[in-house]
């Protein structure tokens, strides 16, 4: 079946530093292919995407890439702040539907001061 | 502009009672989204409506109905209520298909 693996599941940086989390799919439909940020107790949050026809994608301290061929794709923050400090997601359409996301565990990340 | 708005926030059930959990989003959004999630976990979809008189089985959807009243409105029914039941359910919106964009503050539901 479908899978996402997602790696490290904990990061723990100093403030400045640069992070980066890994995952891997199995198969996916071509589409987007989303990472998410979510505080402690509060909502998801779509902090940036990347389209399967896109190798490279970035918006400020953050930056994805995405090897289709390899099935894996990466989130680089760089200049990390603490504020940065939150639960990271990634996620990959399953073949049968772009609909239907497959999200990874999680990466619990820590910005130390 | 509420963006994505979920009712009840919180909600204590026994096993076997049923209930409705509401979501509506005001921002014209096609798509919208149910998900849930365990503790310590990513989130799994339990259905999905891709427009408006629509709906499609998610990961999860054993246990659960849900109806796309109109554009805005997107429930998510427990019929019978049970303990494995117990999660945060997320409700999400999106204007293209596939990756929900903005997600309401959640329902923490315990099933005892």
Redesign the interface.
């Known amino acids: 079946g479908e899978n996402v693996e997602q790696h490290p599941s904990t990061l723990s940086v100093q403030e400045g530093d640069s992070a980066v989390i890994k995952c891997t799919y199995s198969d996916s439909a071509s589409n987007y292919f989303p990472w998410y940020k979510q505080e402690l107790g509060k909502r998801p949050q779509l902090i940036i995407d990347i389209r399967s026809n896109v190798g490279e994608k970035k918006d400020q301290r953050i930056a994805v890439t995405l090897n289709k061929t390899a099935k894996h794709f990466s989130l680089h923050i760089t200049e990390t702040q603490p504020e940065d400090s939150a639960v990271y997601f990634c996620a990959a359409p399953t073949p049968d539907s772009s609909y239907k996301l497959i999200f990874g565990s999680g990466t619990r990340l820590l910005v130390r001061p | 502009n509420a963006g994505v708005t979920q009712t009840p926030k919180f909600q204590v059930l026994k096993t076997g009672q049923s209930m409705t959990l509401q979501c509506a989003q005001d921002m014209n959004h096609n798509?919208m989204?149910w998900y849930r999630q365990d503790p310590?976990?990513?989130?799994?979809?339990i259905y999905?409506s891709?427009s408006e008189g629509t709906t499609?089985k998610?990961?999860v959807p054993n246990g659960y109905n849900v109806s796309r009243l109109n554009k805005r409105e997107f429930s998510l029914r427990l019929e019978s209520a049970a303990p494995s039941q117990t999660s945060v359910y997320?409700c999400a919106s999106s204007s293209r298909?596939?990756?929900?964009?903005?997600?309401?503050?959640?329902t923490r539901l315990s099933i005892l």
């Not at chain 2, 310590?40 to 979809?45: A, T, V």
């Not at chain 2, 298909?97 to 959640?106: A, K, R, T």
């Open positions: 798509s989204y310590g976990m990513g989130l799994r979809l999905y891709a499609d998610g990961e997320f298909g596939g990756q929900p964009q903005h997600f309401g503050d959640g």
